[in-house]
């Protein structure tokens, strides 16, 4: 009886198909280029040669690396583990590519992937993804791919509510697909003094910029568009002065929104929590236009919140004053 | 492979060795796996939106774990089309398809008629529009294993093997899954057909 099937199965099968799009196959590889040197901080291709000559010695390194870091971990009683305390209309692709819906307290390995619906949302180690938002977790740190000028749906004394000006991430803007990342990048430029700027003057919410929603017909298409960047010689880099303000948006939650005094360099954004004398990145952000993140409240009351910029390759170019989360009215 | 390939001598092996460090070559394995990824994404979900969609997420993924493949006889393409399969069932669920064999119909027809006009000649050449139509719907509706276990052996051009491969089973144990899967593909076909009799939706 399944003969026919089979049949008809077989010539499905053999049925001829639409070759790819040219346009869509040099954007996809522009896109993966972009990927390998601007840093999805994944296991991407390293696009230097020395990796392979100077391969022992990296793993020596590692391993002092990972010792020293295990180490660490061990006196520090909070966990590294990356956990997503609350999802709705979320899809989580494992490492092993298992593919599982995202539910609260589900344990998110290095390499997952986390993919947020239109009308969906999900909050991991504390950062509140919204619709349309793509993010992996890499070496135990959550990394911001793509987001959607989609508003996160929640919970709002009604006062609050009225005077907010908006709510929900900064739209990405799809710019026109450009051509692949030159070959060979010049070199990066040399990290510089993460010194704390002055702390910044009354937040302006008019200092992100605003760019043009997405439209419809463009959520589906999952293919990130390459955020180049001027790669900077060292003699280009100058620091930034990163400016954060935060914004309760409820008991829980808050608003992080930031402004830079120029973003010529700035490939990407990371959220720092300090909490004593202890900083780690609880979120990377790869989109330069993003200014805004919500966050949930952190366990400690006395820790802070900060913005870094960072510049393709990795140098840090400044980071913003601390703020603490703030008290619900 | 194309005419300007780069990497034109060098074996697949070698090619994904010189893929976990260098980009040129993972550029490389993708322009030679890439169209047979996007027409078992296009044969699957029948739209070119979807194909494109399941395309990007397969070789971002690809990308990512390309470090941790190992070589197995058979090369890397089970491997990319088990993350294409992967993917093609979580884009589904992403997305949704219309419920009814009606609805998903009415959808083949619009996409037809608009941003794939060669879609029913191409497709006519092997096998008529609703009975495409109808598997489709019919193999939507079973479990991701055994929709995996379908498309890869029917839809990406792969031999037994090589779907074995893709799947992470030996070839007897594909084919029972298989067997299985292509029996609940006919009860699902069956209701789909009653449905469709009666004039109701198979829900």
């Known amino acids: 009886m399944n003969d026919d099937i089979e049949r008809r199965l077989e010539a499905w099968g053999s049925a001829s198909a639409p070759d790819p799009d040219p346009a869509f196959s040099a954007r996809l590889e522009a896109d993966l280029r972009s990927q390998a040197y601007f840093g999805s901080g994944s296991q991407a291709p390293d696009p230097s040669p020395r990796r392979q000559v100077f391969r022992p010695a990296v793993l020596v390194f590692s391993s002092i690396v990972l010792l020293v870091g295990a180490l660490v971990f061990l006196r520090d009683s909070t966990s590294a583990e990356v956990i997503m305390s609350a999802a709705s209309g979320t899809e989580v692709t494992l490492p092993d590519d298992t593919v599982v819906t995202g539910t609260a307290g589900l344990a998110l390995p290095d390499g997952s992937q986390i993919s947020v619906d239109a009308a969906g949302s999900a909050v991991v180690d504390g950062v509140v993804l919204g619709g349309g938002t793509r993010a992996q977790v890499t070496n135990g740190q959550l990394e911001v791919l793509l987001t959607r000028p989609t508003a996160v749906p929640l919970p709002q004394p009604p006062d609050r509510a009225k005077t907010r000006p908006t709510v929900g991430p900064t739209a990405t803007p799809e710019p026109t697909p450009t051509t692949p990342p030159v070959p060979n990048p010049q070199p990066q430029p040399t990290p510089v003094s993460t010194a704390t700027p002055p702390p910044p003057p009354e937040p302006e919410r008019t200092v992100a910029p605003e760019p043009t929603p997405t439209a419809a017909h463009d959520r589906d298409r999952p293919t990130r568009t390459p955020t180049t960047r001027p790669m900077a010689t060292p003699g280009e880099v100058e620091s930034v002065t990163v400016s954060l303000s935060i914004e309760a948006l409820g008991e829980e939650r808050a608003l992080l929104t930031w402004s830079v005094s120029t973003d010529t360099f700035v490939a990407g954004w990371e959220i720092i929590v300090t909490s004593g004398d202890r900083s780690r990145a609880i979120a990377v952000l790869h989109d330069p236009t993003v200014r805004e993140l919500q966050v949930e409240r952190l366990e400690n009351p006395n820790a802070t919140y900060a913005v870094r910029a960072s510049a393709s390759g990795g140098a840090v170019l400044g980071q913003s004053n601390g703020v603490r989360f703030p008290l619900a009215d | 492979m194309t005419q300007d390939d780069p990497h034109p001598a060098v074996d697949e092996r070698e090619l994904v060795e010189q893929a976990r460090v260098d980009i ?180």
């Not at chain 2, 190992?70 to 398809?97: C, D, S």
């Open chain 2, 24 to 203: 040129d070559a993972f550029a490389e394995l993708y322009r030679r796996y890439l169209p047979r990824i996007h027409a078992f994404a296009w044969r699957r979900t029948g739209s070119t939106e979807a194909a494109e969609d399941v395309c990007s997420a397969t070789f971002e993924a690809a990308f990512r774990s390309i470090d941790s493949y190992q070589w197995r006889k058979g090369g890397i393409g089970p491997w990319l089309f088990r993350i294409a399969g992967n993917q093609t069932v979580a884009h589904y669920r992403r997305e949704g398809r219309p419920a009814t064999a009606r609805g998903q119909a009415a959808i083949a027809h619009l996409s037809e008629r608009t941003d794939q006009g060669d879609l029913s000649e191409m497709l006519a050449e092997a096998v008529p529009d609703y009975e495409i139509s109808n598997l489709r719907s019919a193999l939507d509706k079973l479990s991701p294993r055994y929709q995996q276990a379908i498309a890869l052996r029917y839809l990406a051009d792969l031999d037994p093997a090589e779907a074995a491969r893709a799947m992470g089973l030996a070839k007897p144990a594909l084919a029972v899954v298989l067997s299985r899967a292509l029996k609940a593909l006919r009860r699902e076909l069956d209701r789909l057909s009653e449905a469709t009799t009666m004039g109701g939706d198979p829900q």
